[in-house]
């Protein structure tokens, strides 16, 4: 069993930045990819990114590269996900989640992981 917990959430306005965190219970968390999701009002979950599990390799979704970055320390059991020039239209709700059997790093589907966080609340004001 894995349990996730995001942080960092909150108000900021457009152009400013963020720094999510999610750290992860159990002494594996080094063999798991990680994936950030993230769900705005009456849209579907969406893809944001994932990093390997040694933290060398990401993947974005197109929408968001350049302006976000995925890293993590696995001493510490914790992915990060960096928004930079953040925009009204980030505002949602992000999820991070662990694909404990990863076979690439380009995990877009959600149904591909099997854990996931609570989610914290990420407000961008125009």
């Given at each position: ?27 594996t968390?080094?063999i ?60 949602a ?34």
């Amino acid at each position: 069993q894995v349990q996730l917990v995001e942080s960092g959430g909150g108000l900021v306005q457009a152009g400013g930045s963020l720094r999510l965190s999610c750290a992860a219970s159990g002494r594996t968390f080094s063999i798991y990819n990680m994936g950030w999701f993230r769900q705005a009002p009456g849209k579907e979950r969406e893809f944001v990114g994932a990093i390997n599990r040694s933290g060398l390799r990401t993947y974005y979704a197109d929408a968001m590269k350049g302006r976000f970055t995925i890293s993590r320390d696995n001493a510490k059991n914790t992915v990060y996900l960096e928004m930079n020039t953040l925009k009204p239209d980030d505002t949602a709700v992000y999820y991070c989640a662990a694909d404990v059997n990863p076979t690439s790093v380009e995990h877009t589907r959600g149904f591909l992981y099997d854990y996931w966080g609570q989610g914290t609340q990420v407000t961008v004001s125009s």
